[in-house]
């Protein structure tokens, strides 16, 4: 009784739910009454028979679970299904539920047929694919016409997985249709999808959108039918093909990284039925296979073939061979055209490589164009390949040059057949000799490589040819997602070259070396790029026709520069005359997407010639110099020549030439040269021994000498003295001059006496200097070469000038001494040995000039300064300041005489600016004075000397 009784109250809440949809005075009929004979047409609406509401309750709860597994499925893709979209395809649902079970289907209405409702109209699709299943639910008779409410259900295929019904019902609804009183639903009328619609398609999944609204009649991109003379005549759908990420996955086409999501590709197509759609789709995003990442997939062209009556015609011939010889992949008819086969196919498409393939213009993905690919339920099927001979892609192999002809892959339902790809490789040394290499890809997606056997090779960066041994080898290997190459070469190679690198042959090439061999060269990405075990040589070898005797080869690294260095003596008198050098061509490397390691130049060092003949010996340097910080780029070089026969001569000579860039560009120069001569008279006993000249161009004295050392072949150095003159584009012409003078014999008197003259650019005076030195009784015996002497007096015309607020004391005088007046600080000398420069400064109004003197006779009487210094005069004339200092308060003129009673006499004077403090007296005389004696001078007196003229004498 009590389940009865609920079963009641059930049906009243139903009866009375239903109420406002169906909007009609539902007479308490029975199911099996006569129907009137003719409409009650302009006094109001149908009757429904009493047992629809209780098939649309039944309905209901018979296809809850149903229902609850459709809306999470729709949730899942995105589908929309509002609460107004459920309940119409409820009351759809239970409409043709009580249809079906009452056959309640006409082949045609009339308008009898509309008396008791509901009524259904049943017509096959005039494409052959299913049924036409109308329904209508009310009806409002109007004096001339009746407006219906009717509902449309069309059945599609769909191969649900996790359901047991392989087919859906797709509802569609519309308001107010007209039938006319005439008789016949009254033209076309649309009626729209009841919400979104999902179809599963195995990997694939499809989404119709629904949603038109029934009563404003808006069809912008939805799905809704087209009825006309009760007869289904197309369709206009909308909706998305997804695609599940068990088979795609989304992924950024520059970096190739996983994104989340689905991939998703959308279409709108007019189309005679749910069995027979061909449309063009527009895919969302690049994608990856799932379980190969690493190949992307950007597409173009792509169309959806679901259609069991026609392909696509450009899909006919590019199945994969054999494809549907699989069971799995048969179609129902077994059809040659495989008319069945329902799927997407690409046209035209873009594979993004791995990012091992490394475009050499940017850092994106290498994408290659590609035809035909099929996207079906068991997933992703193609052939891919790439032919380009003559146009390949250029990539690089962290750093190599590597192209890129052939390509090749293939995918059946998404499992990686295999694939295969090649292409040249270029040593960065040998960018002219590239390498074939090979490679395939495996099932599992990893790769072998293997490059063609490499013989010769034009190593363009040292103007080499290289003959290669068997045992070289070229590797490349995939390490964390970059092609890694590394060679490791052995053989010989010959250079041919000129010092500019521009022969255009061997042939013309001034220097040629072809017998070097070399073991272990080793190539690689990064630093170091380059490697050697060992160079060596083989064979005889002529420069210029002369024999050359190759002493060592070696690879030289300096920052980005590699070069190959031949050290070399050329015989150019057989037992007496030869010349050594250093013969290095140069390469750069440049880093960057592509290493290039490009010629940069051919470096020849030091020229050093050498030898000895019966009358005469000759020695000298030449080296070329570039982007020098002080002297720009140039050569500069000395020779020394000795001739003994018939009269002993020795002449030496230096000279630099160059050019200076900057703010202005400029040349300059610098001559000199001396030579010992044969005493030649000049007044009474004194004669001239020596000669020597010199002038320059923009350039400017120094402090500095550079001494550049011969290199000769028994063991024997002959040192050059090169003076360090600066480029200074103020300067104009200078020159100097000096003799060298003897009185009777070198052991009596000796001395050399020089000056120098330096101009500005505009013609003016600069300044003038004059210096000498001498020797008496028993000569020098230092034995300065005149050489070295004249070179060095011009460092006086650049000392640091006096400034008015210095004081100097007296060990800062005795550096200047030394520094800038090239007084000795411990010389060996003549038993008499004095110098004495002078200089006026015509610039800046300033005359200074210094003198010292030495004294060593057997012992006896000697200076007692250092070296046997007997003082040091040191003068100093400007417009703002003066001083005349004979001897220091440190290091006085200093005098000793001892024959075996020892006396010493020390004595200075100083006048002038910077005079430093007086000493006081010695305790003995400080005693008798007593305590009125000041210990220090008062700040007015310590002025004076700073500051005011003064005179300072005192016996030491």
């Given at each position: ?14 009866w ?46 018979r ?51 509309l ?5 259904g ?34 059945k ?22 007209v ?7 009254a ?6 999808l009841l ?19 029934r ?6 991109d ?75 997939f950007?597409l ?48 035209e498409?873009?594979?993004?490589l ?10 994106g ?27 390949p892609y250029?990539?690089?192999?962290s ?12 995918f ?9 790809f ?16 090979d ?42 997602g ?6 490791i ?15 255009k ?28 075990t ?18 060592g ?15 070399m ?11 050594q ?27 050093c ?27 500069r ?6 001739m ?12 630099t030439?160059?050019?200076?860039s ?25 004669q001239?021994n ?21 290199r000769s ?18 300067m104009?012409?200078g ?16 001395g ?36 070295s ?29 030394r ?22 400064d ?7 000039g ?5 004294v ?35 290091q ?26 007086m ?21 007015d007196e310590?002025?004076s ?12």
């Amino acid at each position: 009784m009590a389940t009865s009784l609920r079963r009641l109250l059930g049906v009243l809440c139903l009866w009375a739910t239903l109420l406002p949809v169906t909007r009609a005075a539902i007479a308490p009929v029975d199911d099996g009454l006569p129907m009137p004979a003719k409409p009650a047409w302009g006094v109001g609406q149908s009757t429904l028979a009493p047992a629809l509401v209780i098939t649309m309750a039944e309905t209901k709860a018979r296809l809850a679970v149903r229902t609850a597994y459709l809306q999470t499925e729709a949730q899942q893709y995105g589908a929309i299904v509002g609460a107004a979209a459920q309940a119409e395809r409820d009351t759809a649902a239970g409409l043709f539920s009580f249809l079906d079970s009452r056959g309640g289907f006409v082949d045609s209405l009339r308008g009898s047929d509309l008396t008791v409702l509901p009524v259904g109209i049943r017509k096959t699709i005039a494409s052959g694919n299913g049924t036409l299943d109308i329904g209508i639910l009310k009806v409002r008779f109007l004096a001339d016409r009746a407006l219906l409410t009717v509902y449309v259900r069309l059945k599609i295929p769909s191969p649900d997985p996790n359901s047991s019904i392989k087919e859906r019902e797709l509802f569609f609804g519309a308001d107010d249709v007209v039938f006319s009183r005439a008789g016949g639903l009254a033209g076309d009328f649309k009626l729209v999808l009841l919400g979104d619609f999902i179809q599963p398609l195995g990997n694939m999944t499809l989404r119709f959108k629904g949603g038109l609204n029934r009563y404003t009649g808006a069809t912008d991109d939805l799905t809704y039918a087209n009825v006309s003379c009760q007869e289904l005549t197309g369709l206009r759908v909308s909706g998305d093909v997804l695609f599940s990420r068990s088979m795609l996955i989304p992924i950024n086409p520059q970096t190739g990284d996983e994104l989340p999501g689905q991939i998703n590709a959308s279409f709108s197509i007019d189309a005679p039925d749910f069995n027979d759609m061909l449309a063009s789709l527009s895919f969302s995003q690049p994608f990856a296979i799932a379980k190969y990442p690493k190949f992307g997939f950007s597409l173009t062209g792509a169309f959806l073939d679901l259609s069991d009556k026609r392909n696509w015609p450009q899909i006919e011939n590019n199945f994969p061979p054999g494809y549907f010889d699989n069971p799995q992949n048969q179609l129902a008819d077994d059809s040659p055209s495989h008319i069945n086969w329902r799927g997407v196919y690409v046209q035209e498409f873009s594979l993004i490589l791995p990012k091992e393939f490394k475009p050499a213009d940017s850092s994106g993905r290498l994408a290659i164009t590609a035809n035909n690919l099929l996207i079906d339920r068991q997933g992703v099927s193609g052939q891919i390949g790439m032919h380009r001979p003559t146009n390949p892609y250029a990539m690089t192999a962290s750093g190599w040059a590597m192209s890129l002809s052939d390509f090749e892959l293939s995918f059946e339902k998404s499992r990686l057949i295999g694939g295969a790809f090649g292409g040249f490789l270029k040593l960065p040394i040998a960018p002219d000799s590239p390498i074939r290499y090979d490679g395939y890809i495996d099932d599992t997606d990893s790769y072998g490589l293997r490059l063609a056997n490499v013989s010769t090779l034009a190593i363009s960066m040292w103007r080499a040819q290289a003959d290669l041994l068997p045992n070289s080898s070229v590797e490349l290997k995939v390490v964390n997602g970059e092609f890694k190459p590394r060679a490791i070469l052995h053989g010989k190679l010959g250079v041919y070259t000129n010092l500019s690198g521009d022969q255009k042959s061997q042939s013309d090439a001034s220097f040629k070396f072809e017998g070097i061999n070399f073991s272990g060269l080793v190539l690689q990405t990064e630093r170091p790029y380059i490697q050697a075990t060992s160079f060596g040589y083989e064979g005889d070898v002529k420069l210029a026709g002369f024999p050359v005797t190759i002493h060592g080869i070696n690879a030289l690294f300096q920052g980005d520069s590699v070069g190959l260095g031949i050290n070399m003596e050329i015989n150019l008198m057989e037992g007496s005359f030869g010349a050594q050098t250093a013969f290095t061509v140069l390469g750069q490397i440049e880093t960057g997407a592509i290493h290039r390691w490009s010629f940069k130049r051919v470096k020849l060092s030091e020229v050093c010639v050498g030898g000895t003949a019966s009358t005469f010996s000759l020695y000298g340097c030449v080296e070329i110099f570039e982007n020098d910080a002080i002297y720009g780029t140039g050569f500069r070089g000395g020779i020394s020549f000795g001739m003994a026969k018939p009269t002993k001569i020795q002449i030496d000579a230096v000279a630099t030439f160059g050019s200076k860039s900057g703010s202005e560009d400029f040349r300059y120069w610098y001559v000199s040269g001396g030579a010992s001569v044969p005493n030649i008279p000049l007044a009474g006993p004194l004669q001239i021994n020596y000669v020597y000249a010199g002038a320059y161009h923009r350039m400017r004295p120094s402090s500095h000498t550079r001494q550049l050392t011969v290199r000769s072949f028994k063991g024997l150095s002959i040192p050059i003295v090169l003076p360090t003159y600066e480029p200074d584009n103020t300067m104009g012409f200078g020159f100097k001059g000096g003799i060298g003078v003897v009185a009777v014999s070198n052991d009596l008197f000796e001395g050399s006496a020089g000056f120098e003259m330096l101009f500005n650019r505009n013609g003016g005076l600069n300044s003038v200097g004059l210096y000498g030195d001498c020797a008496l009784t028993a000569g020098r015996t230092d034995k300065t070469d005149n050489a070295s002497f004249f070179a060095t007096k011009q460092s006086i015309l650049y000392s640091k000038p006096y400034k008015v607020a210095e004081t100097f004391d007296n060990a800062e005088l005795d550096r200047k001494a030394r520094e800038e007046y090239m007084a000795a600080s411990n010389a060996s000398v003549a038993p008499l040995y004095a110098r004495l420069v002078l200089l006026y400064d015509n610039q800046n109004s300033i005359f200074k000039g210094t003198s010292d003197a030495y004294v060593n006779i057997k012992n006896i009487v000697y200076g007692g300064g250092p070296g046997n210094r007997l003082g040091l005069i040191d003068l100093y004339f400007a417009p703002d300041q003066w001083h005349i200092y004979l001897g220091t308060i440190a290091q006085p003129f200093d005098l000793t005489i001892d024959f075996g009673v020892k006396a010493s006499t020390r004595a200075y004077m100083m006048a002038g600016y910077g005079i430093p403090e007086m000493p006081l007296p010695p305790a003995e005389v400080r005693n008798v004075i007593g305590r009125e004696l000041r210990q220090t001078r008062t700040a007015d007196e310590k002025r004076s000397l700073l500051l005011v003229r003064g005179l300072l004498l005192e016996p030491a």
